[in-house]
């Protein structure tokens, strides 16, 4: 076992991220020389090893010389690219690049590669999609899920290619790319991308049961995951590959999302990280012991000089080189708040319209200073969002258990419901959330973690024969509330994980998407395309100052409890919005509906069935049919 306890002097334990955030580490090319720098304060040599083949055992060995604030360095003269090269610590412990652009096949070695040489045609050139973070519509996904059975009719089945393939179908119905595309979403959020370890990268393994994971066990934060690379053994592959991935996103005005997962390391004392600078880079307790706020063994400590700059160094990296439009921290409470702070500055400079989010929790206790946590409400005025479960729960009931939620019958969330719809900021003193601004909040009810919506309903319901009216009540509650929001893939047409509530390494049987369920379930499908295109059209709700929508929306009052009705206007927008989530039709009255809407007709433009159009007369009262959302045009006889 590596020890922890080789002390750092007090000069580097001080250093600022200021102070170091210019040093270039990681394996700097040019075709004439290749400089090697790598931080490794703990280590009394350090030696770099390299060769043209990373199974042969016997490489170059080259002493490499330190400076005053831990710095290994070395440069080698002629072209070095595309050779394998590791670290060897105090001639006992041989490791990988924490810079490394890319590596061998299982992470082995440490690659050095010229970046330029990587990109596809016209990559560099092509412009960013200009998604507006106000406008954001999130729809995460897992690279290997979304094309690996049979049924996504993709040839690159899994892999950073097969979301390249266009004009993929399922007996007539659209597959991989195309789903994406039909719905409208802006941005896709992906489940983690970057190097991980905790898979087999080689072909031959791909699709065997006991091989598959989400990736959440980080192993090189720059290098992209070589098991959805076409060729695992050719370090550029998963380059090129996941370069190709988001250049087809973009040329569909589609905004790409990475998920990072930062918070902590898969290897805690054998990292090579802690290899390389023994108890630097992750949180520690008295006794020396990793500190366990991540839950999974320990935690990474962003606040450190060095750590933070890996980590800023990381997502810049992935903004300049692979042009990706944001990023979702997992965990993020254990990411000390400065860090998001100045990375988010940082990263606002090379792409105005990059948006972050994250996680607003930890699994166990952290040393971490409280005032340092990203809990919820760490994020008011910070310009980044936060995963709002407060609404997520109040719409449906605990994540994985048989509690209800509000369109279950649980009408006593009625005011947590309103708060989400209203953005989860102080809407009044009844309705108070945790948000400065609207743009703060992602709405969603479910996601990769946890029941998925479907399997939740199944379990809390004592009748599923009606689901979809329950599924759709869900959704447009996501969609026609204030903040951002996001749904899990699948979700559009009923996906189901057999009840696996924390699929992460479950076999694809479980995981992966199966396109005869849009064939099955096309009716929710569109209902949420609808839902999409409908959020779209009403502009209001690109609004996310409190003070604006304080001004927009209105909400009905003193009314049934199973009934959310709110009105939503600015401009020349008038729009109605009736939530009757009873297992009955309701009414509303024509006198308390004209508290909120002065004329006699009015225009339906979704319902049950989706966007449709309707004149509405509301002389008697308003008809609400059972368990649904409906929208209505006020003043306006064009409609949607």
């Known amino acids: 076992m590596i020890g922890t306890k080789t002390k750092i002097s007090d000069r580097i334990k001080n250093l600022t991220y200021e102070e170091v955030e210019d040093e270039k580490l990681g394996a700097i090319y040019s075709k004439d020389k290749t400089t090697f720098r790598v931080f490794s304060p703990t280590s009394d040599t350090l030696d770099l090893l390299i060769s043209d083949d990373y199974m042969k055992v016997r490489k170059d060995k080259y002493q490499m010389l330190k400076n005053e604030i831990g710095i290994y360095e070395i440069t080698l003269e002629g072209d070095y690219r595309g050779f394998y090269y590791n670290y060897l610590v105090d001639n006992k412990y041989e490791v990988t690049d924490p810079y490394s652009f890319t590596a061998s096949i299982n992470s082995l070695s440490s690659v050095v590669v010229d970046m330029e040489e990587t990109d596809p045609p016209s990559f560099r050139e092509e412009k960013l999609p ?102 695992p053994y050719d370090p550029m592959s998963r380059i090129v590959d996941a370069k190709k991935m988001i250049q087809t996103f973009h040329r569909n005005n589609i905004s790409v999302v990475m998920d990072v997962v930062y918070n902590h390391t898969f290897k805690s004392y054998d990292s090579n990280l ?31 000089a060095f750590t933070r700059k890996l980590i800023i160094d990381s997502l810049c990296h992935w903004v300049r080189e692979y042009k990706v439009d944001g990023f979702r921290f997992d965990l ?99 309705r108070i959330g945790f948000a400065d601004d609207a743009n703060e909040t ?50 559009e047409f009923n996906h189901s994980k057999n009840n696996d509530a924390n699929s992460y390494r479950s076999p694809l049987s479980i995981n992966s998407i199966k396109w005869e369920d849009k064939l099955n379930n096309m009716d929710i499908f569109n209902y949420t395309k609808d839902l999409i295109k409908l959020r779209k059209s009403i502009k209001v709700f690109s609004k996310t100052k409190a003070c604006d929508i304080k001004k927009s929306l209105t909400f ?16 020349n ?68």
Request: contains cysteine; proline residues 2%; negative net charge.
């Open 274 to 304: 802690n290899t390389l600078a023994r108890g630097y880079y992750h949180r520690m307790n008295e006794d020396g012991s990793f500190s366990n706020g991540s839950g999974v063994g320990n935690e990474v400590k962003s606040e450190n």
């Open 573 to 640: 927008e008038n729009y109605l919005v009736a939530i009757n989530a009873s297992v009955n039709e309701m009414k509303i009255e024509k006198e308390k509906l004209k508290t909120l809407v002065p004329v006699n007709k009015i225009i339906k433009i979704f319902s049950k069935k989706g966007i449709n159009k309707t004149n509405t007369n509301v002389e008697e009262g308003l008809i609400l049919e059972s368990k649904s959302v409906n929208v209505f045009k006020i003043g306006d006889e064009n409609g949607l």
């Open 556 to 571: 009905m009052e003193d009314i049934d409890e199973s009934l959310v009705v709110y009105q939503i206007k600015s401009n």
């Open 130 to 231: 200009q998604n507006l973070e106000e406008d954001a519509i999130i729809y995460e996904m897992s690279v290997k899920n979304y094309t690996a059975d049979r049924s996504s009719g993709i040839k690159n089945k899994g892999k950073f290619l097969g979301l390249t393939e266009e004009g993929s179908s399922f007996e007539g119905v659209s597959t991989g790319i195309d789903n994406i595309k039909e719905l409208g979403v802006s941005h896709v959020q992906l489940l983690p991308i970057y190097d991980f370890i905790s898979v087999d990268e080689d072909d031959s393994c791909f699709f065997d049961d006991d091989n598959y994971n989400w990736g959440y066990d980080p192993e090189l934060y720059f290098a992209p995951e070589g098991s959805y690379a076409t060729d």
């Open 442 to 491: 992602i709405n969603y009810f479910n996601c990769h973690d946890n029941l998925i919506i479907y399997d939740k309903l199944a379990i809390s319901l004592n009748d599923t024969r009606e689901i979809d009216s329950y599924i759709k009540l869900a959704l447009g509650l996501i969609f026609l509330s204030f903040g951002k929001p996001f749904i899990y893939e699948g979700n």
């Open 332 to 430: 993020m409470a254990l990411i000390d708040l400065d860090t998001i702070k100045i990375a988010l500055k940082k990263l606002k400079k090379i792409n105005p319209n990059i948006i972050i989010y994250g996680e607003p929790w930890m699994a166990f206790y952290s040393p971490l200073p409280l005032d340092k946590q990203i809990l919820k409400g760490a994020q008011r005025s910070n310009s980044f969002g936060v995963f709002n479960d407060d609404f997520r729960d109040a719409i449906k009931g605990d994540v994985n258990g048989y509690e209800k939620g509000y369109i279950q019958g649980m009408f006593s969330n009625k005011t947590k419901i309103e708060t989400g719809i209203a953005g989860s900021i102080r809407f009044d003193d009844r």
